[in-house]
């Protein structure tokens, strides 16, 4: 892993910890913040012990957005430099869109702008329930436009027309009914929530979830017709590769998979016994 001045990234077994670090600046992007968040997540992404990633920000701030100081430093911009900018950005929202192991937002604050745009491109979004948000673009004369496609995907036409077109603050339930946040508690519940997900997502086969995530991505791109068809197919590999077995052989034999991390083995006994009444129900 590459060293890094304006984000941190911790390991902690199979998951990463990543933290955008630049609290005098309210974790805002600059130049380089763009970048090295692309470099870490093309990092991450090679790593294939890895399952789990966790992107915060230090301080009481999620992200801000763009850095305005760094903005205003070159001014007046031309386009070309301005056009370079725009795809700097979209290059990086898309690396973490893509990473291939699940990526959780432990947004602690607010985020404005671009920090929506981090938010959107996580898949799976816990907020302190004092996070405040806006879409606060307009209100400088700019446009969200590099964010807007992910905003769009996530949270809806409705809601990038609302609050695009108002630029007004809104609070963590509002962005929990658009679908931009996930879980919304209290900001000293934060972090038992992210171990919750964590505990979770270390139940699930390691493969079977990039393989699923992958899914879901190509989905998007697929007419109804392509998808009934990737359906079985895909289905059909999973369950003949060999997590499949094993995952199946330890539900029989009443023990955990070889993949189950062993902080998660009472609630994984749980679910097995839970799952075990259910199908002898059925």
């Not at 430099?81 to 979209?90: G, K, S, V």
């Not at 700019?142 to 609070?171: N, Q």
């Not at 289905?235 to 023990?255: D, H, I, Q, S, T």
Request: proline share 6%; with cysteine.
């Amino acid at each position: 892993m590459r060293r890094f001045t304006t984000l941190t990234v911790e390991w902690d077994g199979a998951i990463a910890r990543v933290t955008l670090n630049r609290p005098e600046r309210r974790n805002a992007f600059d130049d380089r913040m763009v970048t090295e968040l692309r470099e870490a997540f093309e990092d991450l992404a090679h790593e294939p012990s890895l399952r789990e990633i966790i992107l915060t920000g230090a301080g009481p701030v999620f992200c801000a957005g763009a850095d305005l100081q760094w903005m205003q430093s070159a001014m007046p911009i031309l386009e070309t430099p301005a056009m370079r900018d725009a795809h700097h950005l979209t290059r990086m929202l898309r690396t973490i869109d893509e990473c291939p192991c699940p990526v959780i937002a432990r947004v602690q604050g607010p985020a404005f702008g671009g920090g929506l745009g981090l938010m959107a491109v996580c898949d799976i979004v816990v907020a302190a329930d004092d996070a405040t948000f806006a879409l606060s673009e307009a209100r400088l004369g700019l446009i969200p436009a590099v964010i807007a496609p992910f905003l769009l995907r996530k949270a809806g036409e409705s809601f990038l027309r609302r609050y695009g077109l108002s630029g007004e603050t809104f609070c963590a339930s509002t962005a929990q009914r658009f679908n931009l946040v996930h879980d919304v508690v209290p900001q000293s519940d934060l972090d038992d929530r992210i171990a919750d997900l964590t505990d979770a997502i270390m139940r699930l086969a390691p493969c079977a979830t990039r393989e699923s995530k992958s899914f879901f991505h190509r989905m998007i791109l697929l007419s109804d017709k392509e998808r009934m068809a990737l359906g079985p197919e895909s289905n059909a590999r999973a369950r003949c590769a060999p997590e499949a077995a094993e995952g199946l052989r330890a539900f029989v034999e009443k023990r955990l998979p070889s993949w189950a991390r062993p902080r998660a083995q009472k609630q994984e006994q749980e679910a097995l016994t839970s799952d075990d009444v259910v199908l002898r129900r059925t």
